[in-house]
T-cell receptor, first 110, second 114 residues
Framework: GQNIDQPTEMTATEGAIVQINCTYQ??????LFWYQQHAGEAPTFLSY????GLEEKGRFSSFLSRSKGYSYLLLKELQMKDSASYLC???????????FGTGTKLQVIP | DARVTQTPRHKVTEMGQEVTMRCQPI?????VFWYRQTMMQGLELLAY????????DSGMPKDRFSAEMPDATLATLKIQPSEPRDSAVYFC????????????FGEGSRLTVL
């Protein structure tokens, strides 16, 4: 089994940078995902990390440290439309089970 | 435009009734997941399949829930009998094993059990 922890809520200002952390414990790590979910909608894929280091994709970057069981999602130049929940998910094992954290609700304010 | 299709989008039913939710995965995807989302619990994994075979359904209440894949284009999640505590949004997601294996989610089925 696994345990995935994220902050419940965060608030940040439009134009700023915000970092959303995720820690996990798993017996057979096989990759980490970040998803974005707007209220009333389905989650959509943001990023994937399987090796240590930083993956950059436009305004969004994701970092992974496997030895520390730690990842973060970095959002730059925040826009109002970035207000959403951000879900960290860990894939484990040979059968590639994917388990989600409870998500971080980000509110972007003017 | 490849996408995961779920039906029904909304369902209101009375306690004790049977509920069946259906999912059509993206053509060619060989892994299908069922998740339940509530405000309190977030996204909970109920069951998942690889090449139509069930791999793990430990997250599912066995006495009332069942999940199947009759063929590669259809996954079903059935609740019988339904209870008010089953009220939630049920998401189906499909993925292609290997590579990033990212999950593509359907729009969800919002279930309300009165």
């Amino acid at each position: 089994g696994q345990n995935i922890d994220q902050p419940t809520e965060m608030t940040a200002t439009e134009g700023a940078i915000v970092q959303i952390n995720c820690t996990y414990q798993t017996s057979g790590f096989n990759g980490l995902f970040w998803y974005q979910q707007h209220a009333g909608e389905a989650p959509t894929f943001l990023s994937y990390n399987v090796l240590d280091g930083l993956e950059e994709k436009g305004r969004f970057s994701s970092f992974l440290s496997r030895s520390k069981g730690y990842s973060y999602l970095l959002l730059k130049e925040l826009q109002m439309k970035d207000s959403a929940s951000y879900l960290c998910a860990v894939r484990e094992g040979g059968y590639q089970k994917v388990t989600f954290g409870t998500g971080t609700k980000l509110q972007v304010i003017p | 435009d490849a996408r995961v299709t779920q039906t029904p989008r909304h369902k209101v039913t009375e306690m004790g009734q049977e509920v069946t939710m259906r999912c059509q995965p993206i053509l060619g995807h060989n892994t299908v997941f069922w998740y339940r989302q509530t405000m309190m619990q977030g996204l909970e994994l109920l069951a998942y399949f690889r090449n139509r075979a069930p791999l793990d359904d430990s997250g599912m209440p066995k006495d009332r829930f069942s999940a199947e894949m009759p063929d590669a284009t259809l996954a079903t999640l059935k609740i019988q009998p339904s209870e008010p505590r089953d009220s939630a949004v049920y998401f189906c997601a499909s993925a292609l094993a290997g590579g990033t294996g990212e999950l593509f989610f359907g729009e969800g089925s919002r279930l309300t059990v009165l």
